[in-house]
């Protein structure tokens, strides 16, 4: 490995009033590498990264960031944020939060500073709704917004949690692309977390996998395939290769999903 | 017969406990206003109203002592400001539960104290004063320690200016962007305790949550920026402040022998305020899509 990692993760452990969440966690984040974290509802995403961010105590491991790097070195978009429709920010103000929110003091404005907030809303594709109230915005332009704050102080870890959800799919592969060459361009290293890998398959370089409080790293293209992945879901499936890009589909009906089915028949609405 | 007369009733500024009333209310509007934009931002207006409630408990306590008022306010918002950020519920609903508690508790001790007050027979008037304010009775000699309090807020605030902002975007946000928020959320809280008790000490402890929220929600309407948030709270609460002042003063002159409550006019020009913001803000509706018959 030419870069050093961005991120190291060694032997974390969590547990929320003793229940583990996470057990043994290990893997590595290169510099300026891609890196998604993949795993179903409750499997300990939004706590991972937390740990990372030290808004989360771990029971025992380590989390490194790379070296003189503290906390404010990383970017962080969070999962689930409402965002009151009164609050007075402005697209503008929430991005320059980013650059010196954490500072004691009046805001003092400096032509430096709104260049820099201007250069970070242009590479979002925020100027559009740069002065409207970011509590007014949809989920999609709240997304941008929140990724350039995230990004403004160019850290060198940029973590996102669930930047996906909510997006169309047009929004999505804007967004995916977007969050792609932002980490070229700065050389970020970014970890971000979706339950679903598709729209990040041509993208990314290493996936972490999380299950049952366990994780899996590895390269993109050693885990992107038909055995490994149907090991890790616990069911079939197959990684397929249309018009050139790669697709994760499920061959069949995962066993709940069908044993759902039998215990709860859906019925076809009845049309007069 | 100069112009400014027709406004400004003759005597008006000549009159100490006019010019007392306009200086501490002032710096009350000032910065329940600067403190009260916060307040809404983070969702904490029942806090506040809590607050003044239980520091009218000091309030109270101050009158059977004999002791400045403003001190028995200052001294019990204060401790319960500390207590509640102490006790940091995150929780909204636990937050408001708790705070209900304590505003019970609060105001109990309250009616306790002026009970006892009225029993000694000396304060009859401490009650009305304590819980809705009587601004031409403020003693001149606190006007430098309500100055020295409203400074005090001010400069506390913008101190914490923008971790504040920060915070009250997402504590999360803040927190991981590494904000101090519990440190924010406690300095925040005690500039909310200064401004509740200098609030009380004019509009009346009950009324207090009038001079905080209102300029405040009413600013928070249009503004779409913080500073001009701020700027747009601080000059409708001091606008209705000596508004209020001037009509009650003149209300002398409607109703021989006695004039009206001060607050009254406080709290009636910051509800036009706010009636008057939503207009600013509204725009001709688009009308209703029809559906094909
Ligand atoms: N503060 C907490 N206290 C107790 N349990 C918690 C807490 N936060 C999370 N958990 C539990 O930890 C587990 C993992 O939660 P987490 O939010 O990390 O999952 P996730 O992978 O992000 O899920 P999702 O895809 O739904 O966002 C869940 O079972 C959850 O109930
Ligand atoms: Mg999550």
Redesign the pocket.
């Known amino acids: 490995m030419t870069e050093p990692a961005a991120l190291s993760v060694h032997s974390l452990s969590v547990s ?2 003793g ?1 583990p ?1 996470l057990k043994d966690v290990q893997f590595e984040v290169a510099g300026g590498e891609f890196c998604a974290l993949i ?12 740990a990372i961010l030290g808004l ?1 105590r771990p029971q025992s491991g380590e989390v490194r960031i790379e070296a003189g790097a503290g906390v404010a070195r990383i970017g962080y978009v969070p ?1 689930k944020i409402s965002i009151d429709p009164y609050l007075p920010l402005r697209s503008r103000d929430v991005v320059a939060l980013g650059l010196d929110g954490a500072r004691w003091g009046w805001l003092r404005r400096s032509a430096a500073r709104e260049a820099r907030v201007q250069e970070m809303l242009e590479a979002v594709g925020a100027v559009d709704f740069a002065d409207r109230r970011v509590g007014q915005l949809s989920g999609g332009q709240q997304q941008r917004v929140l990724i350039a704050h995230a990004l403004v102080r160019r850290p060198r870890l940029l973590l996102l ?2 930047p996906l959800a909510n997006l169309d799919v047009r929004s999505t592969a804007e967004i995916v692309a977007l969050l792609r060459r932002l980490s070229v361009q700065y050389r970020t290293a970014v970890l971000l ?1 979706a ?1 679903d890998m598709n729209p990040l398959l041509p993208v990314i370089d290493r996936i972490v996998y ?1 299950a049952s409080c366990c994780a899996v790293s590895g390269k993109a293209d050693e885990v992107i395939r038909t055995e490994v992945l149907s090991r890790l879901y616990g069911y079939h499936v197959d990684v397929v290769r249309v018009h050139g890009r790669v697709v994760v589909i499920a061959a069949h009906e995962p066993e709940e999903i069908r044993a759902a089915l039998a215990r709860d028949p859906v019925h076809t609405a009845q049309v007069p | 017969m100069y112009p400014l007369e027709l406004i400004v009733p003759p005597g008006f500024l000549a009159n100490e406990p006019v010019r007392t009333a306009l200086i501490v209310g002032a710096g009350a509007a000032i910065v329940s206003a600067v403190v009260g934009v916060f307040t809404v931002m983070r969702g904490q207006s029942f806090a506040g109203h809590a607050l003044a409630d239980v520091s009218s408990a000091g309030g109270s306590a101050a009158f059977l002592l004999g002791i400045s008022p403003l001190l028995g306010f200052l001294g019990v918002a204060a401790l319960a400001a500390g207590a509640m950020e102490w006790a940091d519920v995150r929780d909204a609903r636990e937050r408001d539960l708790v705070t209900g508690v304590m505003l019970g508790v609060g105001l109990g001790v309250t009616a306790l104290l002026l009970y006892l007050g009225t029993i000694q027979g000396s304060t009859s008037g401490a009650a009305i004063a304590v819980l809705f304010g009587s601004m031409f009775t403020i003693p001149a000699s606190i006007v430098p320690l309500a100055i020295g309090v409203a400074g005090v807020a001010l400069v506390a605030i913008a101190v914490i200016y923008r971790p504040l902002l920060l915070s009250s975007l997402s504590a999360d946000l803040a927190q991981a962007r590494g904000a101090r928020v519990r440190r924010t959320g406690l300095v925040h809280a005690l500039a909310l305790a200064l401004a509740v008790s200098l609030a009380a000490m004019t509009v009346g402890a009950i009324l207090s949550t009038a001079l905080l929220i209102g300029p405040a929600a009413a600013a928070l309407r249009f503004a779409d920026r913080p500073g001009r948030a701020l700027a747009w709270a601080v000059a409708i609460g001091w606008a209705a402040t000596w508004g209020g002042i001037l009509l009650a003063y003149d209300s002398f002159y409607w109703t021989p022998g006695h004039g009206w409550p001060v607050s009254f006019f406080i709290v009636a020009l910051i509800f036009i305020a706010y009636l008057l913001a939503g207009l600013a803000r509204w725009r001709p509706r688009q009308p209703a899509l029809r559906r094909p018959a």
């Open positions: 929320f009033s229940r969440i795993g179903a509802n409750g499997s300990g995403k939004t706590t991972l990264l937390k989360v999962q949690d669930e977390s339950h999380l």
